[in-house]
C-alpha cells in the first residue's frame, strides 16, 4: 500500500469534520473521493499533505509522513485556485517549478509541452488575470503536475471546464496514470469518478459511507434495476412483494427492485406471460448508490 490513512479523525473545536477515516491507495491506482459539501474531502487531502495535523491517527505515503521536506514528490491541484493574477502563465509555472527544486532547463521543457497539450502555448506571456477561469484552470493544472510528482492530489479537478476541456483533463489524468502516477481527486461528478477510478470512498458528515472497489461496490449494491421489452401489459408486476418503483415508457417498463431474487421472481412471472424482447438486470450506477446511501445516512 502506499497511500495509507490509518484511524484519522479531524477536529476543529468542538466540530467534527474527519471522523474515524481508514483507507489505503495503491501505488499507480486512480481513486475518487466522493461527498456533498462539506463532507471532509478537502479536509482530509490538507491531513494528507501535512497542511493540517489530524487530531487522531496517522496518514503516510510509502511509509512517511507528507510535509514540507518531501513535497516535491506530491502534487497538489487546490481547490481555492492559488495563482498570482498579475504573473505571466510562464512566470508563474517556473516558480512553482523552482519551488519544486526543478533545473531550469527542464522546467523551460515541460512547460512548452503542457502548454502544447492542452492548446495554450499562445497564453505564454499573457497575465494570468487575462486568461479565461477554464484556463487559469489548466495552469493550475500544470503547476500541480509540472515536476512529475509520484502522488497526485485533484481537489475538484473538473469543475468549471466545459466539456471539451473536461475531456483533455481527463485524457491527461488517465496517461499520467498510464505512467504511473497515484492520483486521488475530488468529485461532485459521479460519472468523472466512474469512469476513471477503480477505488473510491464516498464521504458523510467526516465518515466513509461506501468504500472499495467500484466493481465490488456495484457487485455487492442490492437495489437492482430491471428493463424489459415485452408485447404484453406488465403493470400486474406492480404488486410483485420488493418492488421499489415502477415506470412504464414508451416503449419499456422500468422496475427498480429490492434485490436480485426479485429479480428472479419477476423474470420467472414475465416468461410465463408471453414473448419477452427483452429483460435486463442493469448494474446500478455510482449515482444511485451515492443517493441511497448518503440519503440513508442522512435519515
Ligand atoms: N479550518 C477550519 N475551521 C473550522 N471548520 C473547518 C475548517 N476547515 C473545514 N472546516 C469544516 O469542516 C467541514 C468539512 O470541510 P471540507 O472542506 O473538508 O469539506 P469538502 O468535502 O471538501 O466540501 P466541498 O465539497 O464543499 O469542498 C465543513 O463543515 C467545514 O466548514
Redesign the pocket.
Known amino acids: 500500500m502506499s497511500l495509507v490513512i490509518q484511524d484519522v479523525s479531524k477536529r476543529?473545536?468542538n466540530?467534527t469534520?474527519?471522523n474515524n477515516l481508514s483507507l489505503t491507495v495503491e501505488e499507480g491506482q486512480m481513486f475518487g473521493m466522493l461527498?456533498?459539501?462539506?463532507?471532509?474531502?478537502?479536509?482530509?487531502f490538507r491531513m494528507t499533505l501535512g497542511l493540517l495535523t489530524p487530531s487522531e491517527g496517522e496518514i503516510t505515503w510509502k511509509g512517511k509522513k507528507l510535509g514540507y521536506k518531501n513535497s516535491s514528490l506530491v502534487g497538489y491541484l487546490p481547490?481555492e485556485r492559488g495563482l498570482y493574477p498579475k504573473l505571466k502563465v510562464a512566470d508563474q509555472l517556473h516558480f512553482f517549478g523552482r519551488l519544486r527544486g526543478m533545473k531550469k532547463k527542464e522546467i523551460r521543457k515541460e512547460i512548452e509541452d503542457w502548454l502544447e497539450k492542452f492548446q495554450i502555448s499562445d497564453y505564454r506571456n499573457k497575465a494570468i488575470e487575462e486568461l479565461s477561469k477554464g484556463n487559469q484552470q489548466k495552469i493550475q493544472f500544470i503547476a500541480s503536475v509540472l515536476h512529475k510528482p509520484e502522488l497526485l492530489i485533484l481537489?475538484?479537478p473538473f469543475s468549471g471546464l466545459d466539456p471539451v476541456n473536461v475531456n483533455l483533463l481527463k485524457d491527461e489524468v488517465t496517461k499520467l496514470k498510464e505512467a504511473g502516477t497515484t492520483i486521488v481527486f475530488?468529485s461532485?461528478r459521479m460519472e468523472h469518478v466512474e469512469e476513471l477510478c477503480e477505488k473510491l470512498c464516498i464521504?458523510h458528515h467526516?465518515s466513509p459511507v461506501v468504500l472499495g472497489k467500484l466493481k465490488d461496490i456495484k457487485r455487492s449494491h442490492k437495489v437492482k434495476h430491471i428493463v424489459i421489452h415485452a408485447d404484453f401489459e406488465t403493470s400486474f408486476l406492480k404488486s410483485v412483494p420488493g418492488v421499489i418503483h415502477y415506470k412504464e415508457t414508451v416503449d419499456s417498463t422500468r422496475i427498480q427492485v429490492a434485490d436480485e431474487t426479485v429479480a428472479k421472481q419477476i423474470f420467472q412471472q414475465v416468461a410465463q406471460k408471453g414473448f419477452v424482447n427483452k429483460f435486463e438486470v442493469e448494474e446500478p450506477t455510482l449515482n444511485d448508490i451515492f443517493i441511497e446511501k448518503v440519503g440513508k445516512a442522512s435519515a
Open positions: 476543529f473545536g466540530f469534520a474527519v461527498g456533498a459539501n462539506g463532507a471532509g474531502k478537502t479536509t482530509t481547490e481537489d475538484e475530488s461532485h464521504m467526516g
